[in-house]
C-alpha cells in the first residue's frame, strides 16, 4: 500500500503538535516539583506561624505539663540527644566493622552473599518491626527494660544497614594503591585498614552516620513501642548527683531510665483534642525540623569538603 | 648494625618469627569484624524468631481461620474477635491513596529531570526532594491532621475529622522523593544511543521518554516502585496521628480506619502485660506486616530480573 507523500504543511503541523506536547509536559513536571516546594512552604509556614510564640527560652527549659501554656521540651530534647549518644555508640563501631569486614576481608562466598542480601533487606524493614523486635529481645529477654539503652540499641539496628552502605562506599573510593602501597612496605591488612583505609574513609563514614543519626532522631514508631513514655515530668539521674536522701546516681543509670524524645512529644500534643496544644506541637514540630534539616547540611557540607581535599 | 658477610644479616623468617603474634592477633580481629557483619544476620534470625514464637501462642488461642476471615478487630473487649481483615484494609487503602498520588508524580518528576530539565532546574530541583524526604513522619502526621484535613473538608464537607484519604494522600507525598531519585537514577543509566537513535527517526522528547527510555529503564522503575509500597504498607505515624486509630472494616478511604501498624503503637501506647492475648496481637499483626512486604519484595525481585536489559 502506497500513501501518498506528505506535504511540507503537514510535516510542519506534526512538529509543531511534537513540540507542544514536549512544552505541556515540561509545564507539568515543573508543576509536580512546585507541589513539593509548596508541601514544604506550607508545612514550615503553617509551624512557624503557629508556633512561633512559643518558641521562647522557657519551651526549652520546661517540662510537659497539663497547662499547654506551660508546657515545653525539656525533657523530650534531653532524651532524644541520650538516645542519639547511644544510638552513635552502638552503630558506629558496629557499621564501620562490618562494612570494613565486607570490603577488605570478605571474600565471595555464600557467607558473604548471604549477609549482602541481609543488609538489603533490613533497609527496607518497617521501622515499627525494629520496635516488636526490641520488645521482645531487649526489653523481655535482655531485660533491659523500657529504657533510653533500649531505645539506642533500636535505632542503631535500624540505622546500621545505612552506616554499612555509606562505610562500604567510603572504603570503596579509596585508590588501590594506598592499601598495595601499606601492604608493600609489610603491613597486616588490619595495619593497613587501621593507619590507612578507616581514616581516609572518615569523611564519607562521618557523612552516612550523621544522616542515619538524623532519621534516627525523627523515628517514633519503633520508640513507642518499646514503650517510651508520653508524659514524663523529670529528667534522666545525671550520674554522682543526689537522686534521693542518701542515694546518688551510678554513672549508669541514665542508661536504664524511662524517657521521652521529641516525636513522642509531638506526637503527644498533636493528638490531643485541645487546641492549645497545637501551637506547641507545631512549635516542637519546627524545632525537631531544625534539628534534623541542620544535621543534613552538616553531612552535605562535610562531603563537599571531603570532595575537596582528596589528593589522589 | 653492620654485616661483614651476608651470613650475618639476620635471616628474614627469624624476624617474621618474633613476630607469629601477628598472625594471632590478625585472626581474632578478622573474627570480631566479622561477628558484627554477621549482626545483621542475627538481626534478621531476630525478628523472624520474635515475631514467630509470639504469634504461635497467639495461634495457640485463635484459629488461623478466624484470624483471616473474621470480619471485626476487638482484641480487647470481652467478646473479642480477630479479623486481620480489618487491619489489613485500612493499610491497602491508605497505601492505595498514597501510591495513586506518589507513583504518577515520582515518575513524572523523574522523567522530567532526567530528559528534560537543564543544569540549573536540576540544581534546585534535587535538594527540594532531599529535604522533603527528610521531614520526619510524625512532622507530616501533624501535616495531615492539622492542614490537609481541614483543606479537605473545604472541598468534601461531609470528609470526618480523621480519614484515610487525608493521611494517604500526605504519605503520598512523602513517598515521592523515594520514586523520584531511584528512578531518575535508573534514566539516567540508559545509554545516550538508544536516546540518540530515536532522535534520529524524528521523535521528539516527549516520545523518546516514554517510548524508549522508560521501557528500557523498566527494572530501575520497578524497584523503585516496590520500595514505595513497602514504605506505603510500612508507615505508621502519619495514619496514628491523621487516619484515627479506630478499626473499621471499610475501602472507603473518606472514612477514618485503623491500620495494621497504627493498631500496633495504639496497643504500645497503652499498658499491656507482658504475655497477655492483647500483648500477643501486636506480633500476629507485626507477622502479617512482614508477609505483605515480603510478597511484594518477592514480587519485585521476579520483576527485576524479567525486565532486566543489558545494555
Not at chain 2, 484494609?89 to 507513583?103: D, E, Q, R
Amino acid at each position: 500500500m502506497q500513501h501518498a507523500a506528505l506535504t511540507t504543511e503537514e510535516i510542519r503541523a506534526l512538529i509543531a503538535k511534537g513540540k507542544m506536547k514536549d512544552t505541556i509536559f515540561k509545564a507539568v513536571g515543573l508543576l509536580c516539583l512546585a507541589i513539593g516546594l509548596l508541601v514544604i512552604f506550607l508545612l514550615v509556614g503553617d509551624m512557624v506561624m503557629r508556633g512561633s510564640e512559643r518558641l521562647n527560652l522557657a519551651f526549652f527549659t520546661e517540662f510537659a505539663s497539663r497547662r499547654a501554656g506551660q508546657a515545653g521540651i525539656l525533657s523530650a530534647w534531653v532524651g532524644s540527644l541520650l538516645v542519639m549518644t547511644v544510638t552513635a555508640f552502638a552503630a558506629v563501631p558496629l557499621g564501620v566493622a562490618a562494612g570494613v569486614y565486607l570490603e577488605e576481608y570478605a571474600k565471595r562466598n555464600w557467607i558473604t552473599e548471604i549477609i549482602e542480601i541481609n543488609i538489603t533487606n533490613l533497609a527496607a524493614v518497617p521501622s515499627i518491626v525494629y520496635g516488636l523486635l526490641s520488645l521482645g529481645i531487649f526489653v523481655y529477654a535482655f531485660g533491659f527494660g523500657q529504657s533510653i539503652l533500649t531505645a539506642g540499641l533500636t535505632l542503631a539496628l535500624l540505622i546500621l544497614p545505612i552506616v554499612i552502605v555509606s562505610t562500604r562506599e567510603a572504603i570503596r573510593a579509596i585508590p588501590a594503591m594506598i592499601r598495595e602501597g601499606s601492604m608493600a612496605v609489610g603491613a597486616t591488612r588490619w595495619q593497613t585498614c587501621r593507619y590507612h583505609i578507616i581514616p581516609y574513609a572518615m569523611p564519607g563514614i562521618l557523612t552516612g552516620v550523621i544522616i542515619g543519626l538524623a532519621r534516627a532522631i525523627g523515628e517514633t514508631a519503633p520508640i513507642i513501642t518499646i514503650g517510651a513514655l508520653t508524659f514524663i515530668a523529670f529528667l534522666p539521674p545525671v550520674p554522682f548527683t543526689e537522686v534521693s536522701p542518701g542515694v546518688s546516681a551510678g554513672l549508669f543509670d541514665w542508661l536504664m531510665s524511662p524517657f521521652t524524645v521529641m516525636p513522642i512529644q509531638i506526637f503527644n500534643w498533636t493528638s490531643r483534642p485541645d487546641p492549645a496544644f497545637e501551637v506547641n506541637a507545631a512549635a516542637a514540630g519546627f524545632v525537631l525540623m531544625v534539628m534534623v534539616l541542620s544535621m543534613n547540611a552538616v553531612a552535605i557540607w562535610l562531603r563537599y569538603k571531603m570532595r575537596k581535599n582528596i589528593k589522589w | 648494625m653492620t654485616a661483614n658477610n651476608a651470613s650475618d644479616l639476620p635471616v628474614v623468617s627469624d624476624r617474621l618469627a618474633k613476630n607469629a603474634m601477628r598472625n594471632v592477633s590478625e585472626r581474632l580481629i578478622e573474627m570480631l569484624l566479622f561477628a558484627a557483619a554477621a549482626v545483621s544476620v542475627l538481626t534478621t534470625v531476630g525478628i523472624v524468631y520474635v515475631l514467630v514464637t509470639e504469634s504461635i501462642h497467639f495461634f495457640q488461642n485463635v484459629s488461623i481461620v478466624d484470624f483471616l476471615t473474621d470480619t471485626q478487630w476487638t482484641p480487647l473487649f470481652d467478646d473479642a474477635h480477630f479479623g486481620i481483615m480489618v487491619l489489613v484494609s485500612g493499610t491497602l487503602v491508605s497505601s492505595f491513596v498514597a501510591l495513586a498520588v506518589a507513583i504518577p508524580m515520582g515518575t513524572i518528576i523523574a522523567i522530567y529531570l532526567s530528559e528534560f530539565a537543564n543544569g540549573k532546574v536540576r540544581e534546585v530541583a534535587k535538594p527540594i526532594l532531599e529535604l522533603l524526604g527528610g521531614i520526619p513522619t510524625i512532622v507530616f502526621g501533624y501535616f495531615a491532621l492539622l492542614m490537609v484535613t481541614p483543606l479537605l473538608q473545604k472541598i468534601f464537607p461531609e470528609l470526618p475529622g480523621f480519614s484515610l484519604l487525608s493521611a494517604g494522600l500526605v504519605m503520598g507525598i512523602m513517598i515521592v522523593p523515594y520514586i523520584a531519585s531511584l528512578s531518575e537514577d535508573a534514566m539516567r543509566s540508559v545509554p545516550m544511543s538508544l536516546r540518540e537513535g530515536s532522535y534520529a527517526m524524528g521523535s521528539t522528547r516527549l516520545h523518546t521518554a516514554i517510548h524508549v527510555v522508560v521501557p528500557a529503564a523498566f527494572s530501575g522503575l520497578a524497584a523503585s516502585y516496590i520500595l514505595a509500597i513497602s514504605r506505603a504498607v510500612g508507615e505508621t505515624m502519619i495514619l496514628a496521628v491523621a487516619a484515627g486509630m479506630q478499626p473499621n472494616l471499610t475501602w472507603n478511604p473518606m472514612e477514618p480506619a485503623a491500620t495494621i501498624t497504627s493498631y500496633i503503637v495504639q496497643v504500645a501506647l497503652g499498658d499491656l502485660p507482658h504475655g497477655s492475648i492483647g500483648y500477643q496481637t501486636i506480633f500476629a499483626a507485626g507477622l502479617t506486616l512482614i508477609m505483605i512486604t515480603l510478597c511484594f519484595n518477592i514480587l519485585g525481585q521476579w520483576l527485576r530480573r524479567k525486565f532486566r536489559e543489558n545494555y
